[in-house]
């Protein structure tokens, strides 16, 4: 290590940015909606960011990540810094505006992708590399946040993602190569931005390459030396600290230490290394050990946290502490969930409370466990009382599960089953209809707010919502919709709305985290054994099978993306938490069959969001994730139509999962990607019946229904009329009703053209 180097000891990889109470998401809705102006909007996010800085200071931290504030997402963020936006959006003046077109499209230019962040629930945009690609460096968002924390007396720390990341997650478009084979084009560009970093006075700088933690690129241990050998050449530069979180860096870890970077991140919850010792190049690096986690809500065990650094003392010339990744995957503070019950709330630490775990640790390893003693005392005591809780143990929940498991989970054959159900509900070739949910109206959200407050009791509550509900259906009745949904006025979240009706989760009251650009969701605790103590949507759905002689979908969420979407167990195989979700699930669907519901959608959008990054763990977790699956829905007849639904990811890996869960049929995202799923799929064997989503609900642009005819018949090439349905890429809920039914009019009119041409 660089005798000029100054040597960290505390810090995080990231912070969250979309405010404690979500004043950012309001402030860029109030920003894209005319309320407020971009000063107004500027002023709201500079004060979060000074708020954040500043309690990670207070805490202890001695190096503040700078720069993990985004409007909307750090890899659009990226392709902003390289220069790397597609020319389409030149259109757009102001570069603000410019920049939420990209994210979300307008009237006249489609948004670029969006899918997950490796194995999170966090989605980012996924930037177009083409042959005409020329990248420039912009790095004005990068410098303004440096100076203002340098201003405010920060120890500031720029943080970039890497150009191994970026490339490798960028798409190819127009003919281009693969968006690696531009590194030549982009290194030179991080060598620039060193150099302007350094001249402003930025002594570290992280880069993130958590795409080393992966298997997706081949040659990466030795492209990671060749880039950051490079890089670490340079003059004038600040210490560079390159970060790797949600797993094992492998032979990344010797190939990076053999370069002149100073300091190397490594995710020790996710991807504990025990080869770390033998690196003897960590000799004169800082090793920065990531050993509270960063994505879960667990209290860090400090007890063991320490053994672990302590077993790092000699492997480099300096150890520093920090979370495992980014907190932006955990609630701010636990502080305001004030109705946990004292057990439960002694095991949980959310985003401040990791920072402060951050600095005791950091502050037991330079001047002993003695100066932390109650922290560990405190950790034990929590420990001891979440293995001794008998909510973590259902005997009953446990038996009834091995009985079923036992004598095999499963359905008829997909064609006896479609004989049956095109028997019983007698749809056109095309089906239309829609994925689930219905905007979140201005109404509904005052009648939730007014019910949680005490304002309106449970009758008025249901009330309102039944008259949402007959809304929804009558307007899907004008626009012609062959299979209807009750629009899910009643549900604030998909998960969530489960979750507070299955024994074993928590619900938090502020437990936000941000899913994409505005969206925020509230995940769940899982913290014991599941169980459903009673029906949880079947009220809802006879009753909007009441009003139409169509019909209904009843509407289930899976159980992978149950426990994709909470905040999971970390004391048993993640598997077993998924067949006790699943057990619920099926009982629903049993329930919703018994009352006369034809059609039931068990929802598994996270399905390639759980996937492991590596290769070697990949087929066992994909195995008991379509077990699961097909468990939740194996308790239903033949004549009764599963669907399923999956959204925003890459599906190339999960293919054959997708054909292995067997629902009659799967609703998939297709709109951004331009129907190659359907393809795909043809390709992999997959037989049941597709609905292609054919327009982006994530965009306020309404497609023309010229765009969707030509939609279909694109996947009419890969599939026949008899196997294909007609539906928007996922939910509604997040559009604004006149978006909906302008659109919804457009796709129906869309399908019956192509209905009349197949």
């Given at each position: 290590?660089?005798?000029?180097v100054?040597?960290?000891t505390?810090?995080?990889?990231g912070?969250?940015?979309?405010?404690?109470r979500?004043?950012?998401?309001?402030?860029?809705?109030?920003?894209?909606?005319?309320?407020?102006?971009?000063?107004?909007?500027?002023?709201?996010?500079?004060?979060?960011?000074?708020?954040g800085?500043?309690?990670?200071?207070?805490?202890?931290?001695d190096?503040i990540?700078?720069?993990?504030f985004?409007?909307?997402?750090?890899?659009?963020?990226?392709?902003?810094?390289?220069g790397a936006?597609?020319?389409?959006?030149?259109?757009?003046?102001d570069?603000?505006?410019?920049?939420?077109?990209?994210?979300?499209?307008?009237?006249?230019?489609?948004?670029?992708?969006?899918?997950?962040?490796?194995?999170?629930?966090?989605?980012?945009?996924?930037?177009?590399?083409?042959?005409d690609?020329?990248f420039?460096?912009?790095?004005?968002?990068?410098?303004?946040?440096?100076?203002?924390?340098?201003?405010a007396?920060?120890?500031a720390?720029?943080?970039?993602?890497?150009p191994?990341?970026?490339?490798?997650l960028s798409?190819?478009?127009d003919?281009a190569?693969s968006?690696?084979?531009?590194l030549?084009d982009?290194?030179p560009l991080y060598?620039e931005?060193?150099t302007?970093?350094a001249?402003?006075?930025?002594?570290?700088?992280?880069?993130?390459?958590?795409?080393?933690?992966?298997d997706?690129?081949?040659?990466?241990?030795?492209?990671?030396?060749?880039v950051?050998?490079?890089?670490?050449?340079?003059?004038?530069?600040?210490?560079?600290?390159?970060?790797?979180?949600?797993?094992?860096?492998?032979?990344?870890?010797?190939?990076l230490?053999?370069t002149?970077?100073e300091?190397?991140?490594?995710d020790?919850?996710?991807?504990?290394?025990?080869?770390?010792?033998?690196?003897?190049?960590?000799?004169?690096?800082i090793?920065?050990?990531?050993?509270?986690?960063?994505?879960?809500?667990?209290?860090?065990?400090?007890?063991t946290?320490?053994?672990?650094?302590?077993?790092?003392?000699n492997?480099?010339a300096?150890?520093?502490?920090?979370?495992?990744?980014?907190?932006?995957?955990?609630?701010?503070?636990?502080?305001?969930?004030?109705?946990?019950?004292?057990?439960?709330?002694?095991?949980?630490a959310?985003?401040?409370e990791?920072?402060?775990?951050?600095?005791?640790?950091?502050?037991?390893?330079?001047?002993?466990?003695?100066?932390?003693?109650?922290a560990?005392g405190?950790?034990?005591?929590?420990?001891?009382?979440?293995?001794?809780?008998p909510?973590?143990?259902?005997?009953?929940?446990r038996?009834r599960?091995?009985?079923?498991?036992?004598?095999?989970?499963?359905?008829?054959?997909a064609?006896?089953?479609?004989?049956?159900q095109?028997a019983r509900?007698n749809?056109?070739?095309l089906?239309?209809?829609?994925?689930g949910?219905y905007?979140?109206?201005?109404?509904?959200?005052?009648?939730?707010a007014?019910?949680?407050a005490?304002?309106i009791?449970?009758?008025?509550?249901?009330?309102?919502?039944?008259?949402?509900v007959e809304?929804?259906?009558r307007?899907?009745?004008?626009?012609?919709l062959?299979?209807?949904?009750?629009?899910?006025?009643?549900?604030n979240?998909?998960?969530?709305?489960?979750a507070?009706q299955?024994?074993?989760?928590?619900?938090?009251?502020?437990?936000?985290?941000?899913?994409?650009?505005?969206?925020?969701?509230?995940?769940?605790?899982?913290?014991?054994?599941?169980?459903?103590?009673?029906?949880?949507t079947?009220?809802?759905?006879?009753?909007?099978?009441?009003?139409?002689g169509?019909?209904?979908k009843?509407m289930?969420?899976?159980?992978?993306?149950?426990?994709?979407?909470?905040?999971?167990?970390?004391?048993?195989?993640?598997?077993d938490?998924?067949?006790?979700?699943?057990?619920?699930?099926r009982?629903?669907?049993?329930?919703?069959?018994?009352?006369?519901i034809?059609i039931?959608q068990?929802?598994?959008?996270?399905?390639?969001?759980?996937?492991?990054?590596?290769?070697?763990d990949?087929?066992?977790?994909?195995d008991w994730?379509?077990?699961?699956?097909?468990?939740?829905?194996?308790?239903?007849?033949d004549?009764?139509?599963i669907?399923?639904?999956?959204c925003?990811?890459e599906?190339?890996?999960?293919?054959?999962?997708?054909?292995?869960?067997?629902a009659?049929?799967?609703?998939?995202?297709?709109?951004?990607?331009?129907?190659?799923i359907?393809?795909?799929?043809?390709?992999?064997?997959?037989?049941?019946?597709?609905?292609?989503?054919?327009?982006?609900?994530?965009?306020?642009?309404?497609?023309?229904?010229?765009?969707i005819?030509?939609?279909?018949?694109?996947?009419?090439?890969?599939?026949g009329?008899?196997?294909?349905?007609?539906?928007?890429?996922?939910?509604?809920?997040t559009?604004?009703?006149?978006?909906?039914?302008?659109?919804?009019?457009?796709?129906?009119?869309?399908?019956?053209?192509?209905?009349?041409?197949?």
């Open positions: 290590m660089s005798p000029t100054t040597p960290f505390a810090t995080t990889l912070s969250p940015r979309i405010g404690p979500r004043e950012l998401k309001r402030a860029i809705e109030g920003y894209w909606s005319g309320r407020i102006d971009k000063a107004d909007l500027e002023s709201v996010a500079a004060d979060l960011r000074r708020q800085w500043a309690e990670l200071t207070a805490a202890g931290l190096s990540p700078v720069n993990t985004s409007y909307y997402d750090q890899m659009l963020d990226t392709a902003v810094l390289l936006l597609p020319a389409r959006y030149a259109v757009v003046d570069e603000l505006d410019r920049y939420f077109a990209a994210a979300r499209g307008t009237a006249e230019v489609a948004p670029l992708e969006m899918t997950k962040w490796f194995d999170t629930n966090y989605h980012y945009i996924v930037p177009e590399i083409g042959p690609t020329v420039r460096l912009n790095p004005a968002k990068v410098l303004n946040e440096l100076q203002q924390a340098q201003d007396g920060v120890p720390r720029p943080v970039i993602i890497g191994l990341t970026f490339l490798a798409k190819a478009v003919g190569s968006p690696t084979e531009r030549d982009v290194v060598v931005l060193l302007v970093l001249d402003a006075g930025a002594r570290w700088v992280q880069i993130d390459e958590p795409i080393l933690v992966t997706t690129l081949d040659d990466g241990p030795a492209l990671a030396e060749q950051y050998t490079t890089l670490g050449e340079v003059t004038e530069r600040p210490a560079i600290f390159v970060a790797s979180y949600f797993g094992a860096l492998g032979q990344a870890l010797p190939a230490a053999r002149p970077v300091a190397i991140g490594v020790l919850v996710y991807g504990s290394d025990p080869a770390i010792g033998t690196v003897s190049e960590l000799a004169d690096k090793l920065v050990a990531g050993v509270v986690d960063g994505r879960n809500v667990w209290r860090t065990d400090v007890r946290a320490l053994d672990t650094l302590d077993s790092l003392r492997s480099a300096s150890i520093a502490v920090s979370t495992s990744c980014s907190t932006l995957h955990v609630p701010y503070s636990l502080t305001p969930e004030t109705h946990a019950d004292d057990a439960l709330r002694s095991w949980l959310f985003g401040s990791k920072i402060i775990e951050v600095a005791a640790l950091s502050a037991a390893l330079r001047d002993g466990r003695d100066r932390v003693a109650s560990i405190e950790a034990d005591a929590a420990a001891a009382s979440r293995r001794s809780d909510r973590l143990h259902n005997d009953d929940v038996t599960l091995s009985s079923i498991l036992a004598s095999g989970a499963s359905r008829g054959p064609a006896d089953r479609r004989t049956s095109d509900l749809l056109p070739a089906p239309t209809t829609t994925i949910s905007p979140q109206t201005v109404e509904i959200r005052k009648a939730r007014a019910w949680v005490g304002e009791d449970q009758t008025e509550y249901t009330n309102r919502m039944k008259a949402e809304s929804v259906i307007l899907q009745e004008r626009l012609g062959d299979v209807l949904v009750h629009g899910e006025p009643e549900r979240d998909m998960v969530q709305y489960f507070e299955l024994d074993g989760f928590f619900a938090t009251t502020n437990g936000w985290v941000q899913s994409y650009g505005t969206r925020c969701v509230r995940p769940p605790i899982l913290y014991g054994d599941v169980a459903r103590p009673a029906p949880m079947v009220e809802w759905a006879t009753y909007a099978q009441s009003l139409t169509k019909p209904v009843g289930l969420t899976g159980p992978v993306t149950i426990l994709a979407w909470s905040f999971v167990r970390d004391d048993q195989p993640l598997a938490s998924a067949n006790q979700v699943a057990l619920a699930i009982d629903e669907t049993v329930d919703l069959e018994a009352a006369g034809a039931i068990v929802d598994e959008p996270a399905l390639r969001e759980l996937l492991p990054l590596r290769r070697k990949k087929d066992a977790y994909l994730a379509v077990s699961a699956f097909r468990l939740s829905t194996s308790g239903v007849a004549s009764t139509q669907h399923t639904h999956l925003y990811s599906f190339g890996e999960v293919i054959g999962a997708i054909a292995a869960l067997d009659d049929v799967t609703s998939v995202e297709a709109a951004r990607s331009h129907m190659e359907v393809g795909d799929l043809t390709a992999a064997g997959f037989a049941n019946s597709i609905g292609p989503g054919v327009y982006d609900i994530h965009s306020p642009r309404v497609p023309d229904t010229s765009e005819v030509e939609g279909l018949r694109a996947a009419l090439q890969a599939v009329p008899d196997r294909l349905w007609v539906n928007p890429d996922c939910g509604l809920k559009r604004k009703t006149d978006e909906v039914e302008a659109a919804l009019r457009n796709m129906v009119d869309a399908a019956t053209q192509v209905r009349a041409d197949a």
